[in-house]
């Protein structure tokens, strides 16, 4: 009986990994993907990210996210326009680098707290993303030593509409990869 146990610890542990692994991978592959509009680009890491924490867990979703941080703190090219290293988590978008490991452990909280209903789980991951957004005018406003109001316009009313879709995409695709996932037991 004990040798099942440990065999079944061992299996949910694998797959553990490689779920966390695939969400850093999948970050890794989407992050760089980027639509330049101005100093802060459009990304899919953030959808990525609520995906990893709906899937994962809020552990392990932002343990997947950690993963893709200190990749491309080390240099490989998994930030925005296929950039690497300290330079861009000290340069003008590095507050939304920091700012995402808080949206992810808010996001996976409250979803877990919901219990997966929809309309918390979006609610929960606006609220999360404006925490992120906080995060990154803050160091914006610091390094292009501008007004908040400036900073805004710049870095958060044009992405308000296209964060919402990913949000509402997280929302909907989420409960359905998780069932699959769940009916494949792999969760």
Not at 35 to 42: D, F, K, N, S, W
């Amino acid at each position: 009986m004990e040798k099942v146990i440990v065999n079944s610890k061992r299996k949910s542990s694998t797959y553990e990994m490689a779920g966390i692994a695939l969400m850093a991978a999948l970050m890794c592959i989407l992050g760089p993907m980027s639509i330049p509009v101005g100093a802060v680009p459009i990304t899919l890491t953030n959808l990525v990210v609520y995906l990893a924490v709906y899937l994962l867990g809020t552990k392990k979703g932002t343990t997947s996210y950690g993963i893709y941080l200190v990749l491309g703190i080390f240099g490989l090219p998994v930030f925005s326009g296929y950039s690497g290293g300290v330079a861009k988590l000290a340069g003008p978008t590095g507050g939304y680098l920091i700012g995402f490991i808080f949206m992810a452990l808010v996001t996976g909280t409250v979803i877990k707290l919901a219990c997966y209903h929809v309309v918390w789980s979006v609610m929960g991951m606006v609220a999360a993303t404006f925490i992120a957004y906080a995060f990154g005018t803050g160091w914006f406003v610091v390094q292009a030593q501008c007004k908040v109001a400036y900073a805004l316009g710049v870095c958060v009313f044009p992405f308000l509409l296209g964060d919402f879709i990913k949000i509402v995409s997280a929302a909907f695709l989420g409960p359905v990869i998780r069932r699959q996932l769940a009916k494949a037991n792999l969760l």
